[in-house]
Each structure stands twice: as structure tokens, then as C-alpha cells.
């Protein structure tokens, strides 16, 4: 479902038809999301087992590693050389620094979570 909501995107943007191309891919996303929460919840059929979880944990923890190093090594620079008027911080920029701040905000909440529930 997701794969003909991105395809109904993109003949959407082919087309010139914005709006439809985006009421098909959120179709699809939501329709196909919605399956794969609850497919495993009503049958007994497992869509994954111990090897994918321990990768998606390793492949988890290595972006927001990555994300970690390279915010802490650019963003503090980036403000200090805006103060001093060596560049310039952008409205682009700072959404990026925002969402990457709320990306930790979330893990943080996501991994406090888990860790109560365990």
C-alpha cells in the first residue's frame, strides 16, 4: 500500500494533479501503516524475529551516534561564528538544529519509556 501511495505521488506531480498525488500517498501510508501495526496484533504470523530486532537496535543506535557527533562537533561553532558575524544562520539551519533537538527529545522520552516497561 505504501509503494502505490508513493507512486500515486509521484504521477500525482507528473501530471500537475499536486493535491491528488498527495491525498493517494497518504492513502497508502496511513492504510499500509495501519496494516503493519496491526497484522501482528491479530495473527500469529511473525513479520520479524530476534535477528531483526538487534539489527534495527545496532542500525538505531548508529544514527543517532552519528547524528550526536555530528551536532555537537557543528552546531556550537556555527553559533558562536553567527555572533560573530563570520556566517550567517539561516531559517534552514535553525529548523535543522530544532528538529534534530526534538529528534533527541523524542528518543530520550521513546527510551525512558522503553526502559520503565522492561
Sequence with gaps: M???GILGLLV???ID???AGTVVYLLGAWIG???AFAA??????RL???RDYELHNRASGLAMGITM???IGIVPPLYVLDAGGYVELTGAAGGGI???SALFLLYGFCFGLVQRGA
Design 48 to 50: 520479524q524475529d530476534e
Design 17 to 19: 494533479r499536486y493535491l
Design 40 to 45: 501482528p496484533r491479530v495473527s500469529d504470523s
Design 12 to 14: 500525482g506531480m507528473v
Design 98 to 100: 530544532l528538529v534534530a
Design 33 to 35: 501503516g495501519g496494516i
Design 2 to 4: 505504501i509503494g502505490v
Design 69 to 71: 557527533a555530528l551536532g
